[in-house]
């Protein structure tokens, strides 16, 4: 097998210290702000001249926690539950051969900043903190765009949409720039499939949170929020 060299450009910043609870796909919840920090070799800020000309980007970045040795030709998608197969190839799942994913986010702004150089502030991003980006590329709405475009087992899968009920004591704890992104993150379901049991209590970490909540059917109530140990 041919070795292919490949370099990491960047690493997101976002509010997820893990994996659960990051919303499936990109742009599921556009509250969320995300910051791209270049590594030390990539922060000349000609490779990022004219980007502001773009409304949203394409990543390229790696599942940095879904490396394996072995890779299995089929997968249990979350929108299916959890118990149908689907071809890898079919699907987004980070369980791939190469375990790489695709992501596009809204740019919200461009950064010159003193110690950590030129930095994109985004919107809408499905990666964990600390996730490495191999590329960067703009979003080009004639050639990216298909509105008429067939979504497979997307187009018919069950939606995860939850009504959130977040009491207000609970969420003035988190600071009002977060709060509707942790809203929206909750209404997306964070549990995953193989675990929906009713009266059970989920904890979601986000933006310094250990957010506490149960399900019941299509209601979501959040029922502690504690800050996460340093």
């Known amino acids: 097998m041919e070795n292919v060299n490949i370099q990491i450009i960047a690493r997101m910043h976002s509010d997820f ?6 919303p499936r796909q990109s742009g599921l919840v556009e509250e969320l702000e995300s910051t791209i920090v270049f590594e030390p070799e ?7 001249r004219g980007i502001e000309g773009y409304s949203h980007l394409w990543i390229i970045w790696q599942f940095s926690q879904a490396v394996r040795q072995e890779w299995s030709p089929t997968v249990r998608p979350p929108r299916l539950g959890g118990n149908t197969r689907m071809g890898v190839f079919a699907t987004r799942s980070p369980f791939r051969p190469n375990n790489l994913g695709l992501s ?3 740019l919200l702004g461009v ?6 150089g030129t930095v994109l502030h985004v919107a809408g991003a499905d990666l964990m903190d600390g996730t490495p980006i191999f590329d960067i590329k703009p979003y080009v709405p004639y050639s990216d765009s298909f509105p008429d475009a067939a979504g497979g087992f997307t187009d018919t899968a069950d ?3 939850l009504n959130v009920e977040f009491p207000e004591h609970l969420l003035s704890k988190i600071p009002p720039n977060k709060q509707q992104a942790a809203i929206g993150v909750l209404s997306h379901d964070p549990r995953p499939s193989y675990q929906r049991k009713s009266g ?20 979501l109530t959040v029922c502690e929020v504690n800050d996460l140990p340093l």
């Open 104 to 106: 596009c986010v809204k």
């Open 159 to 161: 939606d995860f949409i």
């Open 17 to 22: 210290p893990t994996k659960f609870g990051i």
């Open 42 to 48: 990539f922060r000349n800020p000609d490779a990022l």
């Open 111 to 116: 950064e010159h900043t003193q110690t950590e």
């Open 200 to 219: 059970r209590i989920y904890g979601l970490s986000f933006a310094g949170f250990d957010i506490r909540f149960t399900v019941e059917e299509k209601t």
